[in-house]
């Protein structure tokens, strides 16, 4: 007897969406697009004898939650997901096997992922197998772009317009006029600053009221040529006061050689005692030792790597090191490499002035309500972060 296909429509920030699932697994994936009853009937012509589920196990409710964190800006996992690959040809498996390894923030294009599966010549077949992906999102085929760095099409229901919705989530920068294209990550040197206040003021009443009366925006990255160091430097500082943690940080050089670097080399020699004598505690001296260990292994990005890596490889890349969260390097991103579109949810004073901006001081957004509020400030979500962290110093100061 054959398994019952179900399908399941849901709202996500972006629209309307759907599943199939046969049993626990998904069989596709229907992208969201504004009209339910378009959607409804793609989903139909896909699958006629399909039915309409409305209530999920676990694991169908999993994948559901995880598509609509995707589209409200909030952390997602695809990973316990089960994908139902039975129908698809062995070729497109292979193409489909290979994609999945490209993550976040990350591109391939055509004739790359060709070579990924051992078939260098293949591009156009590669292609017409990324068109025909019934998992768009859990496949990832909208991080398939040309060489030349230009989107092409997309079939889902959003079009080439969603496709760049999803890349710019990811933390990729792409030009604002056709054709649409993939362009170095964005930064404040080379940014309109005025252009970009103007247009979060358009998206955002309440922000462009703070705006007027708040300090001229002022944020220059600070240079820094080893980003060695400049971990090294946000380990030392975390849960400290700033005057503290630059006491020890200076101790901690003076304790190697009384310049500005320390030989990765030379901290793994340490001994604990000797760099307890700086002021480390137990756990930061592990995580300095963590990160030595990843610059000298070479798994650690130069600068000019950080430069070219998108915000979400440079997230997943740098938080493998032990002591290295998420918060701090999106701090590295905005403040040492500018990047201009970044937002900490988990941010305190980010959530504390986005409560200052809506009147609502008492009332603080979670992290996942500044997540999902923040994607209509893209692509300058860094220029808006620095205007909530005045709020929430101004707020301070009325209270003091």
Not at 240 to 250: M, Q, R, S, W, Y
């Amino acid at each position: 007897m054959p398994k019952q296909l179900k399908l399941y429509f849901f709202e996500t920030e972006s629209g309307h969406a759907a599943v199939c699932f046969i049993d626990d697994a998904v069989k596709a994936v229907f992208l969201p697009e504004r009209s339910l009853k378009n959607l409804q009937k793609r989903c139909r012509e896909a699958f006629s004898g399909a039915v309409t589920a409305d209530i999920l196990n676990s694991r169908q409710k999993n994948c559901v939650d995880q598509i609509q964190k995707y589209f409200a800006g909030e952390e997602y996992d695809f990973r316990r997901i089960k994908l139902d690959l039975e129908d698809i040809a062995e070729f497109a498996r292979r193409v489909y096997e290979e994609l999945i390894k490209v993550g976040p923030g990350a591109t391939v294009s055509y004739g790359q992922l060709a070579e990924m599966c051992q078939k260098p010549g293949a591009a156009r077949a590669v292609g017409t197998a990324v068109g025909r992906n019934p998992l768009p999102l859990l496949i990832p085929c909208h991080r398939v772009i040309n060489s030349d760095g230009r989107l092409g099409g997309f079939s889902a229901g959003g079009g080439t317009e969603l496709k760049a919705w999803m890349l710019r989530r990811e933390g990729l920068n792409l030009s604002t006029s056709d054709p649409l294209r993939v362009l170095p990550p964005a930064v404040f040197a080379d940014t309109d600053i005025k252009a970009a206040i103007a247009r979060l003021a358009e998206a955002d009443r309440q922000l462009g009221n703070f705006i007027k009366k708040a300090p001229a925006f002022n944020l220059v990255a600070d240079e820094f040529s080893s980003p060695f160091m400049a971990l090294l430097e946000t380990i030392v500082y975390q849960q400290l006061t700033g005057k503290a943690a630059a006491t020890i940080f200076k101790r901690l050089l003076h304790l190697f050689s009384g310049g500005d670097s320390i030989n990765p080399l030379d901290l793994i020699r340490a001994s604990d005692e000797e760099l307890r004598s700086a002021g480390l505690s137990g756990s930061k001296i592990a995580a300095a030792r963590d990160l030595a260990e990843f610059a000298v292994s070479g798994k650690l990005p130069d600068l000019e790597q950080m430069h070219r890596m998108s915000n979400s490889e440079l997230i997943e890349k740098l938080t493998a090191i032990r002591g290295i969260g998420r918060w701090t390097v999106e701090m590295l991103l905005i403040f040492k490499l500018g990047r201009v579109d970044v937002m900490a949810p988990d941010d305190y004073g980010l959530r504390k002035g986005l409560a200052v901006i809506r009147g609502t001081p008492g009332n603080l957004p979670t992290p996942k309500e500044l997540a999902r509020q923040s994607l209509s400030w893209q692509p300058y979500r860094s220029i808006a972060a620095w205007y909530l962290w005045r709020a929430s110093e101004a707020a301070g100061k009325l209270k003091d």
